[in-house]
């Protein structure tokens, strides 16, 4: 699988051939670009690096910030300033940008520090990113958990610079600097320095050991070298004070000599980033690449697929690779309480990645996805809520607009599959005091708040944290809570079978309106019953529906609002529907699902920088790739999977439990990523089933199903079947039946 990746997938302005039949209805709202990168990572690691620019949103590439249509290029080429660390992956505007630490390798004089060279043949495999700068200089990252190697191959010169900038953050777009508010930087000679700066409230600290034997080392403030100084203290920074400020490390060199400059990075001082630097840095690059290539291997290697085009196994093995790099999660390094533990950040945000990435690192990295709850758990308590999102900075990010309590889902889901680790009776009462903040001292008081999604949020968040309290023998808590779960119905308007009018975040209220709920038979029945729901759903997919022009650059107002009025699904361009094709198995038409699903996988994803249909989002749009070609989704929260036509032949997750495998007789493999022209759009059904051996003729799976390991078999055919037609996921009051496993 590792060989497979492709990370410059998602890199530029989306670039797919022309879709056809249901794909070609759909209408995209949200940017047009998978705003990936192709840097240095490390499986859910704290450190990435990549070339610099200052281009929104990664500090990588060409594009100005943008929130709808196609992105507009701020650069006519690529280009970097330097390389910079602790980028974001797949995200829009999260309003803060890292992008901390620039390194730049000159053969120019230190007043064209900043400015941006052409990059040219850039190389890129999990772990490493290489380019070649048009001064002449070939450049080399790697990274580990918390550290960075770069390697510098420079021409002949007499007086060669590596420059590390410590003042540098964010990107070069409006409001999207980043400036310390205080800082040190100290050089201790013998090619060694280190320096702090706190970002956000942050204190990043970085020890450096560059090996350039004969080379002289200095500070520097503003493009200024400082002969003789040691140290420099800033006490307090402000936007119209700062200057740049750093370290150079300078000398002849020739033509063909590498220069190696190793970093470890801390939150909790100069000498935890020194102490990261020596344990994981080793004897230098070639070691710190081959041990985070195997730490790759090792995590890829727990998803497998057999079958498929060599253009769609390079797309599932990218999309699993973006699925792997966020969160970050740091052992012993929260700068905000000083005992030792897991600090995840990067959550960006829970809206994007709790229906999917969430749910798929439970599956394949549960010791990972434990330190994750682990360190919400721990925000809860330091700061007073579970966030939505958490980045590197202080204070936990709420985005009021987007969700409220969605922790909540992803707490439920490990406590039923019964991970150790988690204090539970603490947790419930973090999840209890949670639902009463923001939206919820109104939902409780109410019964409904608006924007009208955050009732059904809500509503959800009751039921997972009732499923614990339950669980717990607090049944007088459980009952009441799953009083309130009920309140989903003040959400819908009955007349329609829809949510009711309310303000919308990146959507309107028919992308809202087919989540899948913890009731949802009695989400159909207000909608007027299976045939009236299955009928909004296929006006909602676009069954029968002209194909729709997508946003050009710079769409106008006008524009924008006669999309949404299509009341159309955004396509997996955005978040807030997909989950939506599966609602169809709620009403018994999981035939349904196969041809959205089949659609969204043969038109909407491809090859090259151009093969995302929107924001990755942390990999939130990744992981729904992941788990639809799988032939199943998560449902968050209900310790729940949904099972439809895989895009493989077979394939197998390693899973706590052993091995779990999804098997087919009758797979026809898909093209994919080639001209549109030899793409067969014609989907696969599910025709019979077996589990472990035995007929199943329901189209759902418990988690422990899947996270103890088994065999699912899948009889595929061109045709629709009747199977799953009578037997729907489970709803309330029931959701898992005896003997139901």
Not at 193 to 218: C, H, K, N, Y
Not at 656 to 680: A, C, L, N
Not at 688 to 695: C, E, F, H
Request: aromatic share 10%.
């Amino acid at each position: 699988m590792l060989d497979d990746v492709d990370p410059f997938i998602g890199t530029a302005a989306t670039e797919l051939p022309r879709a056809h039949g249901l794909a070609a209805t759909w209408w995209w709202p949200k940017p047009q670009v998978g705003n990936t990168h192709p840097g240095a990572t490390s499986p859910l690691g704290m450190v990435s690096a990549c070339a610099y620019s200052g281009a929104y949103p990664t500090g990588y590439g060409r594009y100005a910030k943008n929130t709808e249509g196609v992105p507009e290029e701020m650069f006519p080429r690529l280009q970097a300033s330097g390389f910079t660390h602790f980028q974001q992956s797949g995200t829009g505007a999260i309003r803060k940008y890292y992008n901390y630490v620039r390194v730049t390798p000159m053969v120019q004089p230190l007043d064209d520090l900043g400015q941006s060279w052409p990059l040219e043949d850039e190389q890129a495999e999990p772990g490493y990113y290489a380019a070649n700068l048009n001064t002449g200089v070939r450049c080399e990252i790697t990274v580990g958990e918390k550290v960075a190697v770069h390697r510098y191959t420079f021409p002949d010169h007499d007086s060669a610079r590596v420059v590390v900038d410590l003042s540098c953050g964010g990107l070069a777009i409006d409001l999207g600097r980043t400036v310390p508010l205080r800082a040190q930087a100290e050089s201790m000679g013998y090619g060694r320095a280190q320096g702090t700066v706190v970002m956000e409230g942050v204190p990043l600290s970085v020890f450096i050991e560059v090996d350039s034997p004969g080379w002289r080392q200095m500070l520097w403030y503003d493009r200024r070298l400082i002969p003789g100084g040691t140290r420099l203290d800033f006490d307090s920074i402000r936007h119209t004070t700062l200057r740049p400020f750093g370290m150079i490390f300078m000398g002849p060199v020739r033509a063909g000599q590498s220069i190696e400059v190793r970093m470890g990075f801390s939150l909790r001082g100069g000498d935890q980033a020194r102490a990261n630097l020596e344990r994981e840095c080793g004897a230098g690059f070639e070691s710190v690449r081959t041990r985070t290539r195997a730490r790759w291997q090792d995590h890829l290697r727990r998803v497998q697929v057999d079958g498929g085009t060599r253009s769609r196994r390079t797309v599932f093995g990218t999309a699993l690779y973006h699925s792997l790099i966020k969160p970050c999660i740091a052992d012993d390094e929260s700068p905000m309480w000083p005992n030792s533990g897991p600090y995840a950040f990067d959550i960006c945000t829970m809206w994007d990645i709790y229906k999917t990435q969430l749910p798929l690192l439970a599956a394949i990295t549960p010791q990972r996805h434990g330190d994750l709850l682990e360190s919400l758990i721990r925000v809860c308590e330091e700061e007073g809520n579970f966030p939505i999102g958490y980045r590197m900075a202080r204070g936990a990010d709420r985005f009021f607009r987007q969700a409220s309590a969605l922790a909540h889902t992803a707490l439920a889901d490990a406590h039923a599959l019964r991970r150790p680790g988690i204090d539970w009776t603490w947790a419930l009462v973090h999840m209890v005091d949670d639902l009463r903040r923001l939206y919820g001292e109104d939902f409780f008081e109410h019964g409904v708040v608006h924007p009208i999604t955050h009732t059904l949020d809500l509503a959800y968040a009751h039921h997972c944290t009732a499923q614990l309290a339950r669980a717990l023998n607090d049944h007088r808590l459980a009952a009441d809570l799953e009083r309130r779960a009920g309140h989903w119905v003040n959400a819908f308007d009955p007349a329609t079978g829809l949510l009711r009018d309310s303000e919308f975040y990146e959507g309107g209220k028919w992308n809202y309106s087919f989540r899948l709920l913890h009731d949802m038979a009695a989400r159909i029945a207000l909608a007027g019953g299976d045939e009236t729901f299955i009928d909004r759903l296929d006006r909602f997919f676009g069954y029968g529906a002209d194909p729709v022009k997508q946003p050009g650059v710079g769409p106008q107002p006008a524009e924008m609002a006669a999309g949404y009025a299509l009341n159309r699904f955004e396509g997996l361009n955005n978040e807030p529907d997909m989950e939506a094709p599966w609602a169809y198995h709620y009403a018994g038409r999981p035939d349904r699902t196969a041809e959205v699903v089949h659609a969204a996988l043969t038109w909407q994803f491809g090859t090259g920088p151009g093969g995302l249909p929107g924001n990755d989002d942390s990999g939130g749009l990744s992981s729904w790739y992941v788990w639809a070609s799988l032939g199943l989704f998560p449902v968050a929260g209900q310790n729940l999977f949904l099972v439809n036509a895989p895009a493989f032949e077979r394939a197998a997750l390693h899973v706590e439990g052993g091995e779990f495998v999804i098997e087919t007789s009758g797979h026809r493999d898909t093209p994919i990523g080639v001209d549109g022209i030899d793409r067969d759009p014609r989907p696969q059904y599910v025709q019979s089933a077996t589990l472990n051996g035995r007929p199943l003729d329901r189209t759902h799976l418990t988690a422990a199903d899947v996270h103890h390991g088994g065999r699912l078999h899948l009889r595929l055919g061109p045709e629709p079947s009747t199977w799953g037609h009578r037997s729907r996921p489970p709803s309330l009051p029931n959701l898992h039946p005896k003997g139901e496993r």
